[in-house]
């Protein structure tokens, strides 16, 4: 069942030319690490044991790298894998989409062996996330198709969020435990009824408006941003009001990745031109920080623990920054 939100006041949109508050010297730790292989690094996760694990999407590997040591270690998975992404539970088992043999696979480095999972019709599984409630919820890109696999029996159901071909893209879980996702071949983001497998969509700012990630902060608001034309921006469900902001590397700098850390500050990726992170706070609806990086950079992951922000880079590093705490 799809569902799309049509509210009286959908169209309102507010541009706001944010200062950028970087220039004035918001210091940002900064280091990145060679990864040997290649492949194209990206998509990091860190391990309760605090290593930092990561796929190799053209060299077909997943590796992780101890940041203690600052040694790599890789394992080796199926041929014409092309892993896309990687999340890691509670005991350490690491799942990671085959976005080239349409699975999911299971390994577990503490002597449970390699495990995959097939996903039917979604056959570019694509990026991964924990529902907490048991499940992995996953999109699709070429194949139209949002996934949820019950991690105990194995069991997939899958959705199509729109009608005619969208590329799910990026997924967040909100506060709520509703799955977001980002329909890039179209200016809508997806909601998603756990319960029901109902759909419900909602407008970007524009038309022209495309984006890769999203993502949801405690008051419910969503975040997004804009590839097509250069802009980072805000969607309320309440009211279908949307607001943004030209990002700071200009309409060309490709903004790509998006998360949130535990403040509830917004950080993504400008992909083209310099590629770099920069920080947003939705307090003051300011850019507070920009750090250039080696590459462009595909999806981060924050980890609580350590303040810190990890990521690969097209350069075929692993990278992290110290988030600052204000």
């Known amino acids: 069942m799809v569902r799309l939100v049509m509210l009286a006041c959908a169209a ?11 220039q ?71 799942w990671y989409a085959g976005n080239r043999n349409g699975r999911i696979g299971r390994l577990d480095p503490n002597g ?15 990026t991964l996330i924990f529902d907490g409630r ?12 949002v996934g949820r696999l019950n991690m105990k029996t194995e069991k997939v159901d899958l959705i199509t969020p729109n009608e ?12 709520k435990g509703n799955p977001w996702v980002m329909l890039l071949r179209t200016n809508t983001v997806a909601k998603i009824d756990p319960e029901t497998l109902a759909v419900t969509k909602f407008k970007q700012a524009s038309e022209q408006s495309r984006g890769r990630r999203l993502d949801v902060t405690p008051d419910g608001l969503v975040w ?27 309409p060309s700098a490709g903004p790509y990745a998006l998360t949130k850390d535990d403040k509830g500050r917004l950080w993504f990726s400008e992909i083209r031109g310099t590629p770099q992170l920069v920080g947003f706070d939705p307090k ?7 750090v250039r990086v080696s590459g462009a950079i ?28 204000s």
């Open 164 to 175: 005619t071909p969208a590329n799910p893209y990026g997924i967040v879980i909100d506060a």
């Open 224 to 250: 997004y941003v804009d590839e097509a034309r250069g802009y980072f921006g805000r969607i309320n469900p309440e009211t279908g009001e949307t607001k943004e902001w030209p990002v700071p590397g200009g």
């Open 284 to 290: 003051t609806e300011q850019f507070f920080a920009t």
């Open 24 to 94: 004035q010297g918001t210091k940002i730790d900064l280091k990145e690490w060679d990864v040997e292989w290649g492949g194209r690094t990206r998509d990091p996760a860190v391990a309760p044991d605090g290593k930092v694990w990561f796929v190799g999407q053209a060299g077909n590997y997943i590796a992780y790298f101890d940041p203690k040591t600052e040694q790599f270690k890789r394992y080796e998975i199926e041929e014409g894998t092309n892993p896309h992404n990687l999340i890691i539970d509670q005991q350490g088992v690491v």
């Open 298 to 325: 595909r999806h981060m992951y924050y980890h609580a623990p350590t303040q810190s922000m990890w990521f690969g880079t097209d350069a075929n590093k692993i990278g992290r920054i110290i988030v600052p705490a």
């Open 112 to 126: 449970g062996g390699l495990r995959t999972i097939m996903t039917g019709e979604a056959k570019d599984p694509h």
């Open 134 to 145: 048991g499940n992995i919820w996953f999109t699709s890109q070429g194949s139209n198709r």
């Open 12 to 22: 309102l949109l507010v541009v706001w030319q944010a200062p950028v508050a970087a």
